[in-house]
């Protein structure tokens, strides 16, 4: 993830003809016609959204919240499919008469309505389970579907006494109390101020359980954290200290960013470093080739880059074979490239082999959305070449929020054979800021990264089949080298349970 990379999604984002036409008419307030939904016959949904005083909202409001007022870039409504999360149509929504919302749904088929939105907390991907037909509150049907869909989480945790688990017991019954009030509200304004409050509730219910089931981590999974250069002696001691992103008691990964295999000064520099991590107790995963530069190599350049590595770094514990797959930047044929290099690495190593998917469900082109993508390229022959299968998650270009735990669930099924990680995390870094949206704090960069930081790895890390996570972005930079920094003591924190 460079400056560069982050240009270019800037500039899709701004020029995805896929979202200007579908919601541009639309986001003026007008009544529009729907969408197009191909052949399928539809039945249609009126959705009222209000804000936390009752007052009713148009869709020309409901775009100014979902995009932060950034405008079409922030547009981002998405239908999806209920059990895959794969798209079924960007940007569905349109005015309706009456001042409601439409939205038309497929038939016979089990939809979610995905779209960025605040609570206190930040921005979430908002995952609204919809009925089949008729008028709803959506704020609603987002808080229910969340509060419905946590309660087997929440079980598992009360059950356990999960350190943290008692923090959503009382938003859990909030939640519920707000809910139950929702069906016998007189008017649509109570019931959107009742559907407010569910939401926060359930919202902050999420994250409290995405924190305290990190206690269920596998004893392996590994706390990570992303060298952008080669360290300094010191830098790798105090990444792999007990005060360091492990807290001394998780194994921690670093996660090597290659630039050139060619220069024999950078190649010293991270055999030194995999052999100092491995004389200190620590991991090294190295990856192939930064998305960046993917798009930019030959499949004979890219063949002589796996070779030459592979020479180069023999005793590394885990090859990311591909980084950040999906995203529409790429060029041409990156599955192919990173399944040749799975191959290498498993017919001339012993090393574990990752594969980073690139997380994003309705901000670009919904053919790289993050399902739609992976059912439809990530064939067979790959995935019986891959160990892990990680996400390389923005929030500020790509929010997760509380529907990381559904997000990665469905990961998890989509890949039943592989285990699963979060393989890069960042925020605030120079070349992020011009996202949308925000998590953790609007102002406080500080705040926000904890939060991210916490939240994210949390939600990656409790699971049985965890592999690792947050493998952060700049760690060295905003650990060490920015205001705000500090980024060790929250992943320390999330991967011991706090």
């Known amino acids: 993830m460079t400056l560069e990379t982050n240009r270019r ?58 995009s932060n ?23 569905p929504l349109y005015q ?35 009925p089949v037909s008729g008028e709803h509150d959506l704020l609603e049907l987002a808080a229910r579907t969340l509060h419905d869909r946590q309660t087997e989480r929440y079980q598992q945790a009360t059950a356990q006494g999960l350190k943290g688990s008692e923090e959503a017991v009382p938003l859990r019954a909030s939640a519920q109390e707000s ?35 990190v206690a269920q981590a596998p004893q392996d999974a590994i706390i990570g954290v992303t060298f952008t250069r080669v360290p300094t002696a010191a830098e790798i001691a105090a990444a792999l200290a007990p005060s360091g992103p492990g807290g001394g008691k998780r194994k921690v990964s670093a996660r090597l960013v290659i630039g050139d295999p060619a220069d024999a000064q950078e190649m010293a520099g ?17 990856q192939i080739c930064d998305s960046h530069d993917m798009a930019v190599l030959s499949d004979a350049a890219w063949d002589t880059r796996v070779d030459s590595l592979i020479k180069a770094l023999p005793s590394v514990d885990a090859w990311e074979i591909g980084n950040e797959i999906g995203g529409d930047w790429l060029g041409t044929g990156p599955v192919a490239k990173a ?15 990752v594969l980073t998917l690139y ?13 739609s993508y992976a059912a439809k390229e990530i064939t067979q022959p790959i995935r019986d070449l891959v160990d892990v299968v990680g996400l390389s998650v923005y929030p500020q270009l790509h929010p997760l929020g509380t529907a990381a735990d559904r997000v990665l669930t469905t990961l998890d099924t989509a890949f039943p054979a592989s285990r699963i990680a979060v393989t890069e995390l960042g925020y605030g870094g120079e070349d992020l ?17 904890t939060a991210v930081a916490e939240y994210v790895t949390g939600a990656a890390l409790g699971r049985s089949d965890a592999w690792g996570a947050p493998f952060w972005w700049y760690y060295l930079e905003d650990q060490v080298g920015t205001p705000g920094g500090q980024v060790a003591p929250a992943l320390a924190a999330a991967s011991n349970g706090f």
């Not at 939205?103 to 908002?126: F, Q």
């Open 9 to 66: 999604r800037v500039l899709a984002l701004l020029g995805a003809g896929v979202l200007g036409a579908s919601v541009s008419s639309c986001g003026r307030g007008h009544v529009a016609a729907p969408p197009a939904m191909g052949d399928g016959a539809t039945t249609h949904l009126s959705l009222h959204v209000t804000d936390a005083q009752g007052s009713p909202l148009n869709l020309e409001a409901l775009r100014g919240i979902q």
């Open 69 to 91: 007022g950034k405008g079409e870039p922030g547009y981002d409504d998405a239908l999806l499919d209920t059990s895959t999360l794969e798209v079924i149509a960007v940007g």
């Open 96 to 130: 309706d008469e009456g001042g409601a919302i439409g939205i038309d749904v497929p038939i016979g088929r089990a939809c979610t309505l995905a779209m960025s939105w605040p609570t206190s907390h930040g921005y979430s991907a908002l995952m609204a389970d919809l």
């Open 179 to 213: 809910l139950d009030a929702c069906t016998t509200a007189q008017s649509w304004a109570d019931r959107g101020r009742l559907a407010v409050s569910a939401l926060e509730a359930a919202s902050g219910a999420q994250l409290a359980l995405d924190r305290a089931l």
């Open 270 to 286: 991270w055999r030194t470093t995999v052999d100092a991590l491995h004389a200190q107790g620590g991991m090294a995963l190295a």
């Open 339 to 353: 399944q040749r290099a799975a191959r290498a690495v498993r017919e001339r190593t012993s090393a574990t082999t």
């Open 359 to 371: 997380y994003q469900l309705g901000q670009a082109d919904p053919a790289y959305s993050l399902f």
């Open 433 to 449: 800021n011009n996202g949308p949206w925000w998590f953790g704090s609007a102002t406080d960069p500080s705040v926000a990264r």
